[in-house]
């Protein structure tokens, strides 16, 4: 199992920036990608960025350009800095952690933070 906590959440005008932290603990070595996925008032859960272990990144369409997803292997946490921040972007913000079954090749389970909250005012 893996523990993620984040932080970083808050309010800020639009326009404005923010970067969120990922801090994976537990059993880092199976960890095969994280993630930021957000969720806002009556809509479902998206993806917003991913970065392999192998470095390779994902974006949401909706954000590519004014959000950057990166990795410190070395303190085991992810960031989402976010720039040029829209009304839209408004969401709770998770953390995610695709985690390796190592007696399964090729099986894998998620992990999730419990989230932390960005608000973007116009």
């Known amino acids: 199992q893996v523990q993620l906590v984040e932080s970083g959440g808050g309010l800020v005008q639009a326009g404005g920036s923010l970067t969120l932290s990922c801090a994976a603990s537990g059993s880092i070595f199976s960890i095969d990608a994280m993630g930021w996925f957000r969720q806002a008032p009556r809509k479902q859960r998206e993806l917003v960025a991913a970065?392999?272990?192998?470095?390779?990144?994902n974006y949401a369409d909706s954000v590519k350009g004014r959000f950057t997803i990166s990795r410190d292997n070395a303190k085991n946490t992810v960031y989402l800095q976010m720039n040029s921040l829209k009304p839209e972007d408004t969401a709770v913000y998770y953390c995610?952690?695709?985690?390796?079954?190592?007696?399964?090749?090729?099986?894998?389970?998620?992990?999730w933070g419990q989230g932390t909250r960005v608000t973007v005012s116009s």
């Open positions: 995610n952690a695709r985690v390796r079954v190592i007696d399964y090749p090729g099986t894998f389970y998620e992990d």
């Open positions: 970065i392999t272990n192998g470095g390779v990144t």
